[in-house]
């Protein structure tokens, strides 16, 4: 394996790890912006409203999402194996 062969196996992790962490992350952040915007309305500062949501977005995403997740990770394991072999 040359250089640029492993930069690229690299780069493609780091994509496939931002990609799986953004749609994990993304919907959560979202939830939690709406309802900090509603505490801040209302001026209620409860932890557990803030959290609650939150938790159980995360959760429907992970359920949602959890097999593309896998299968991109299954997928990206498959091409660094095949590519050790590679010189």
Known sequence: MNAEQAVYIVSQTIWTIIAI???LILPSLIVGLIVAVIQA???INEQTMSFLPR???T???????????????SDLFNFILSNINNQ
Not at 59 to 73: D, F, K, M, P, R
């Open 55 to 57: 938790l159980l977005t």
């Open 21 to 23: 962490s953004s749609v």
């Open 59 to 73: 959760l429907v995403t992970i359920a949602l999402s959890g097999h593309w997740a896998i299968q991109e990770l």
């Open 41 to 43: 309305v209302t001026q």
